[in-house]
């Protein structure tokens, strides 16, 4: 996952958040840059966009490998990531 950069973060506040959820996102993820959120003129979250990310995969992995012995968590590929959920939503192992 790409670091979070705070150097040119936008502020923004929850109120604006609020009201203009869509196009904020948007103008973060167009231009890469990082949003701080405010609430009564205090931090409360960090948005960053997650365009280069691979969130899916990181995501499958670990759904994946819960509850799996410690030597199979090595050598798990996304292939075979997506071949253990679709075996557990059809019942087989």
């Given at each position: 996952?790409?670091k979070?950069?705070?150097?040119?973060?936008?502020?923004?506040?929850?109120?604006?958040?609020?009201?203009?959820?869509?196009?904020?996102?948007?103008?973060?993820?167009?231009?890469?840059q990082?949003?701080?959120?405010?609430?009564?003129?205090?931090?409360?979250?960090?948005?960053?966009?997650?365009?280069?990310?691979?969130?899916?995969?990181?995501?499958?992995?670990?759904?994946?490998?819960?509850?799996?012995?410690?030597?199979?968590?090595?050598?798990?590929?996304?292939?075979?990531?997506?071949r253990?959920?679709?075996?557990?939503?059809?019942?087989?192992?």
């Amino acid at each position: 996952m790409p670091k979070i950069s705070l150097d040119n973060a936008r502020v923004v506040t929850a109120r604006e958040l609020a009201h203009s959820t869509s196009r904020i996102l948007r103008e973060l993820n167009e231009t890469g840059q990082s949003a701080l959120v405010t609430k009564h003129g205090r931090y409360i979250a960090v948005i960053q966009p997650l365009a280069d990310a691979q969130v899916e995969t990181i995501s499958l992995q670990s759904l994946a490998l819960a509850g799996l012995d410690d030597d199979d968590t090595e050598s798990v590929d996304s292939d075979e990531v997506r071949r253990r959920l679709d075996a557990r939503r059809s019942g087989g192992n």
